[in-house]
């Protein structure tokens, strides 16, 4: 079986449940009031590199993964005082702190992506701060959808679903060339990259 991609219903689907925890809050409110108590020294697992445009998306984007087990940075559900329709420096000072504490990144590739001021530099710094800790995760309209992004982003290894081979049993999995690792191993800043012959 192919590789799926994550989809755009999955993720409202998942925005959705995260919601219904919490009444009826948008899916910022429930981003917001969810909100732990961070401590400088606190660490996560993925830095959820995204459009603020995203708030639904990245509500069930947060969820699919913190499913999976994550300790997921969202940056305006943590640190509610950033304003990043500024460029400023406290607020990159910010991020980059965020970063240093989480051990991946992923990059939510959507429509939106492509206008956000600071995915690139996200992107750019934790790829030179933890090289191979670093995937992006297309959100398609369909899961066998084919992804063409940006050149850059084609760098980067997708965080996809599929199953183990010759197996039903399904898992998520951040695939690049010639090579995969499972989430749980990649979000630990420890990829275990395997060939892609999947036991």
Request: aromatic share 12%; with cysteine; hydrophobic share 40%.
């Amino acid at each position: 079986m192919a590789a799926r991609h994550f989809t755009k219903a999955e993720a409202r689907a998942a925005a959705k449940d995260a919601t219904w925890q919490y009444t009826a809050e948008s899916a910022g409110q429930v981003l917001n009031s969810v909100r732990a108590k961070t401590r400088d020294s606190e660490a996560f697992d993925i830095f959820l590199s995204h459009s603020i445009a995203d708030a639904e998306l990245v509500l069930g984007v947060k969820q699919l993964l913190e499913q999976q087990g994550a300790t997921v940075y969202v940056d305006w559900s943590h640190d509610r005082q950033l304003d990043r329709s500024k460029v400023n420096a406290d607020t990159a000072a910010l991020l980059r702190q965020r970063m240093r504490q989480s051990k991946s990144l992923i990059y939510l590739v959507t429509d939106a992506a492509t206008t956000s001021k600071w995915m690139p530099w996200e992107l750019g710094f934790f790829d030179g701060y933890r090289s191979g800790c670093v995937a992006i995760m297309p959100l398609l309209d369909r899961e066998t959808d084919s992804f063409a992004g940006q050149e850059y982003l084609g760098l980067y290894p997708r965080v996809t679903k599929d199953n183990y081979q010759n197996s039903t049993t399904s898992d998520v999995f951040v695939e690049g060339l010639g090579r995969w690792a499972t989430l749980k191993s990649f979000r630990a800043g420890t990829p275990n990259w395997q060939s892609y012959s999947r036991p």
